[in-house]
């Protein structure tokens, strides 16, 4: 028996249409559920049902997929938050590397803000509803008109559900904005002063509340609670990044270390060969390092590999860590 591929089922045209709309779909998916296995799974359901539909009575394409996209993230949303009611130590969002198209568009300080680490962890405060408003309006402009229609409320609703979101996320320290070249000297001045010995050198480039959490999935050993105060970010830190052979038994090998950028903020990758095996993002602000997340998740680390194995990511900081 033959089976029909997705090309004999859908005009080449209208498959155009939605590969087109794909990256854009990828990163609103990406910002609502802080997770790019997830977003891909649920971009590969929209088209399922964009092959499915009526597509003649399809007026605007976008606005139709949006929809179908925004309300399947919506349903995993509600059900994720079961799901992590009973995660292992801290749940954090999956990192994603420079040069990952989910990353989506980066022109304005809203669309940067919108992906940096620190807003995705602060955007699990939000009930799903919260969250799609904020990252349709904040992220992609989406007049409250359009927003109403894709979620069946009303604008008024939708500009009140907006300013509730963002009176829950508070203000978060103004970002400082990086190029690869910024954001490989505040990585090598960071891992200087977390493998110098020396607390003080490190406390000095954190702010006074800094923050640090570690995501290991239940499967790499992380600390299970979130540390808040530069003392104590900078004592936990100088225990992560010393060596062992414990670490490299954990993690199958002497890593790399290399400095990178994650969700636009500079970031420690490493690397045993072409597998990532951790991201540490620095949340960076006008006053010092804000935010240590640690992803050391395997699940959370595919993309980033598949990433990290095409790219030319240059000579290590720390070679056989």
């Excluded at 997770?35 to 399809?58: G, K, N, P």
């Excluded at 605007?60 to 925004?70: F, S």
């Excluded at 955007?123 to 509803?129: A, D, G, H, I």
């Excluded at 640690?294 to 993309?303: G, H, I, M």
Aim: glycine letters at 8%; proline letters at 5%.
């Amino acid at each position: 028996m033959s089976v029909r591929s997705v090309d004999d089922e859908i005009p080449p045209d209208e498959v155009d249409v939605f590969e087109g709309l794909r990256p854009r779909l990828g990163a609103i998916a990406y910002r609502l559920l802080g997770s790019a296995a997830e977003a891909e799974d649920l971009v590969q359901e929209t088209f399922l049902r964009w092959q499915a539909a009526d597509r003649e009575q399809v007026r605007v394409p976008a606005a139709w997929l949006t929809r179908v996209l925004t309300n399947l993230c919506l349903t995993q949303l509600r059900s994720a938050r079961a799901r992590r009611e009973v995660y292992v130590g801290q749940w954090l969002p999956e990192p994603l590397l420079a040069g990952d198209p989910m990353l989506g568009p980066a022109d304005t300080v809203e669309q940067r803000e919108s992906v940096s680490s620190a807003v995705l962890v602060l955007m699990e405060r939000l009930t799903p509803t919260e969250r799609a408003v904020y990252v349709l309006r904040e992220a992609f402009s989406y007049p409250h008109a359009e927003i109403a229609d894709l979620l069946d409320i009303t604008e008024s609703s939708s500009q009140q559900v907006f300013h509730r979101a963002k009176e829950h996320l508070g203000t978060p320290g103004v970002r400082t904005e990086v190029d690869r070249a910024d954001a490989r000297k505040v990585v090598e001045e960071f891992l200087a002063a977390a493998t110098s010995g020396q607390t003080d050198l490190l406390v000095r480039l954190l702010t006074a509340d800094a923050m640090g959490a570690g995501d290991g999935g239940g499967t790499v050993p992380a600390r299970l609670d979130v540390i808040v105060g530069a003392q104590s970010v900078a004592k936990q830190l100088r225990g992560l990044l010393r060596p062992s052979d414990a670490k490299r038994r954990i993690i199958g090998g002497r890593p790399d270390v290399y400095a990178w950028t994650a969700n636009g903020s500079p970031a420690v990758v490493v690397a045993v060969g072409d597998r990532v095996v951790g991201i540490m993002t620095l949340e960076l602000t006008d006053d010092g390092i804000a935010a240590v997340l640690s992803q050391a998740n395997p699940d959370k680390l595919e993309r980033a590999t598949r990433l990290w194995a095409t790219t030319d990511h240059g000579e290590p900081l720390i070679t056989g860590w």
